[in-house]
């Protein structure tokens, strides 16, 4: 069975250090491929160089984070548009992402939009994907996104409102879910609403969960076997079969084969 992480940050610091032995680990669980988000210029870098020392396992999606932006300087971010753009003829680089919009940080909103629509743009223009961060902007997000000619759309860790998945889908754009399915009533409903073939796994590592089977755990790549367990619980499937599938998803939307 061959698994896949479609949305891990392995630039960050926590996992500093450790990169070698979380991928062993993964290849242990059976993860074959993941891409590895960013959130700045620095993880950007960062998740660049790793897919140098791990090719044909480590993606990387590149891009500004909405959290990110408060401190960020123009010339901050014309620095990273230009590191994305000198490299976007990289067989490694496979999104641009994460980037997106967050309602809870309101006090930064016109920059927030600022951003998102740069990002967007470079997405147009480098003809990539886009995975998206959509936390209480979902329905904004899916409704502006049209008029944008971007390639393809992941809403990472889609949760609400229910009334924006089946026109999300409609779109063709993809979601993905990771942790939370085991537990929450909330994204098992997605998981059981979403068409199969637009589905994606993901652990967002390193956020850490707290509630059963994940409490005490380090999130990594390793934990995506529980949440193939727990969407194929949910679909009524094999475990097998909903692997399959979003293996097939995974290669799909990123464009590249899944060894």
């Known amino acids: 069975m061959k698994l896949v992480d479609a949305h891990v940050h392995l630039s960050d610091a926590e996992y500093s ?15 074959v491929a993941l891409v590895s988000n960013s959130m700045d210029l620095e993880t950007c870098v960062g998740s660049l160089e790793l897919t140098e020392l791990f090719p044909d396992t480590v993606y990387a999606a590149l891009g500004v984070h909405p959290w990110t932006v408060n401190n960020l300087t123009d ?33 930064i909103w016109d920059k927030q939009l600022k951003v998102f629509d740069i990002m967007l743009h470079l997405a147009e223009r480098l003809e990539l994907p886009v995975v998206v961060h959509s936390r209480g902007t979902t329905t904004q997000i899916v409704d502006m996104l049209p008029s944008y000619s971007i390639k393809k759309v992941l809403l ?34 997605v998981v059981r ?21 994940f409490q005490g755990k380090k999130t990594t790549p390793a934990l995506i076997p529980t949440v193939i367990s727990a969407i194929a619980e949910v679909r009524k499937m094999d475990a097998e079969s909903v692997a399959e599938r979003i293996g097939k998803n995974f290669e799909a939307f990123f464009g590249i084969k899944v060894n």
């Open 156 to 189: 990472h860790w889609f949760s609400s409102p229910i009334s924006a998945l089946a026109k999300a889908v409609d779109r063709g754009f993809y979601i993905s879910e990771g942790a939370p399915v085991a537990f929450s009533d909330e994204i098992r409903d």
């Open 17 to 31: 250090g450790s990169i070698g032995e979380i991928l062993q680990e993964a290849k242990a669980s059976n993860v």
């Open 193 to 213: 609403r979403v068409t199969l073939d637009n589905l994606l796994t993901e652990t967002d590592g390193p956020v850490r969960f707290f509630r059963p089977p």
């Open 75 to 107: 010339e901050q971010l014309q620095q990273t548009v230009d590191f994305i753009s000198e490299n976007s003829k990289s067989k490694n680089l496979v999104a641009i992402g994460e980037i997106g919009l967050d309602n809870k940080y309101m006090n």
